[in-house]
Every structure is written in structure tokens, then in C-alpha cells.
């Protein structure tokens, strides 16, 4: 994993192998640090079918050509309905309130960012964005380092650690040791529903892209 962090690019160490590389107990990571309750997390394993539903529904609501007048009350409809949909199925997921909201607001976010790229290369006469291109950009420009520093001893050495995130929430931690700086990627956290919704707007992003006049 990599993340643009100060406006500099940052590779991930996967928790386990620095585990392994500085011999941590099997407890390092995120939750020795900033412990959060799981319960009532929502599940998306027994929520397939209604989950692609919910993408077919999207991805049908996009019109066969689009003009860039259009563009923008596309991107409304499309959040409406994904926002109707999704709470729709929620009996079946149990999303938090505040976490359908954010996943509808990360959603909208996201499509209208795309749009405006789209209308701004349009307007431009230049060529139209790839999609990928603009979810990284957002993504980055959602990365947070938490203010908040913990200190870690490990062999007489002082670490000072600090949690990182982004939109889809606590992805892992910046740790400043005696070499430099390291950044490691706590996978336990992840968002159980990133990768849907990248695919999601991945497939919504190139309809819109492709399809515009």
C-alpha cells in the first residue's frame, strides 16, 4: 500500500512482516494504541446478493449518453438512489446510521469529484481523466496522521506512534523510531466495505466517463 502523506509518497509495511522483521508480540497494531468496539460492526458476507443489487440498481440509472449539462443532476440521481437502496438493505448489513451516512456522503463525494474533473477537461478541450487517477487523488487527499502520539518501548528504544486514516476509516500507523520513519498498514481495521465501493465507483466513474458527450 502506498499513501500520499505531506505530499509525499509513503509505502506501507504490512503489520505482520514488521512484526516479524522486529520481533512484536502478536497485540502491535492499532487497537494497542487506540482500542475501538466492534460490536454491532456491520457484515457484508451474508449481504451478496442485496449488495449487487444495489450496484445493478446504480449502474442501470445511468443514462446510455450523457451531456455535461446532465452531468452533475446524473450524479444527484445516482447518490439518491444508492442512498435509497442501501437503507432498503440495511436490515440485512445493519449499518450504524452515521455509517450509512458517511458511505452515501463518500459516495456523492467522490462521483461529483470525478464529474468536475470531467467537466473542467471538457471545458478545457483537453483529454477526459481516467478514472483511477481521480480516486487516488481523492483518496490521498482524505489521509489524516492523528495528532494524538503514544509512545512504544521496544528494546530500550522510545517509539513515538501515531495513527493514520482515511476516508473509508483507520488504515495504520506512522512510527518514528531511531532510523527514521516507518509506515505499516493494519489490514485488521480495514474498512469491510472499501473494496465494494471502490469497485463500485470505479464502474460507475468509467459509465459516466464513457458515456459523456
Excluded at 508480540?25 to 449487487?52: H, R, T, W
Excluded at 517509539?159 to 512510527?175: D, E, P, T
Excluded at 531511531?178 to 474498512?191: F, K, M, P
Amino acid at each position: 500500500m502506498q499513501l500520499l502523506i505531506d505530499d509525499l509518497p509513503c509505502d506501507f509495511i504490512p503489520l505482520k512482516t514488521f512484526r516479524q522483521q522486529y520481533g512484536l508480540p502478536p497485540e502491535f497494531g492499532i487497537a494497542l494504541f487506540e482500542p475501538k468496539d466492534f460490536s454491532g460492526l456491520a457484515v457484508l458476507d451474508a449481504a451478496g446478493a442485496e449488495m449487487n443489487a444495489l450496484r445493478q440498481v446504480v449502474l442501470d440509472a445511468i443514462p446510455a449518453r450523457l451531456t455535461t449539462a446532465a452531468l452533475l443532476p446524473c450524479c444527484d440521481r445516482l447518490r439518491d438512489l444508492f442512498a435509497a437502496t442501501l437503507t432498503r438493505i440495511n436490515p440485512v448489513i445493519g449499518l450504524k446510521p452515521e455509517e450509512l451516512g458517511f458511505a452515501v456522503a463518500g459516495f456523492d463525494d467522490m462521483t461529483r469529484t470525478l464529474a468536475y474533473a470531467l467537466l473542467r477537461a471538457r471545458a478545457a478541450r483537453q483529454p477526459l481523466p481516467a478514472f483511477a487517477a481521480v480516486y487516488a487523488d481523492w483518496l490521498h487527499q482524505s489521509v489524516r496522521v492523528s495528532a494524538r502520539q503514544h509512545e512504544y518501548v521496544h528494546e530500550g528504544q522510545r517509539w513515538q506512534v501515531q495513527m493514520i486514516q482515511h476516508v473509508y476509516g483507520r488504515v495504520g500507523l506512522k512510527i518514528v523510531i531511531d532510523s527514521g520513519t516507518l509506515y505499516v498498514a493494519d489490514a485488521r481495521v480495514a474498512c469491510p466495505a472499501e473494496g465494494f465501493m471502490q469497485g463500485l465507483l470505479a464502474e460507475v466513474g468509467d459509465r459516466l466517463r464513457q458515456r459523456l458527450d
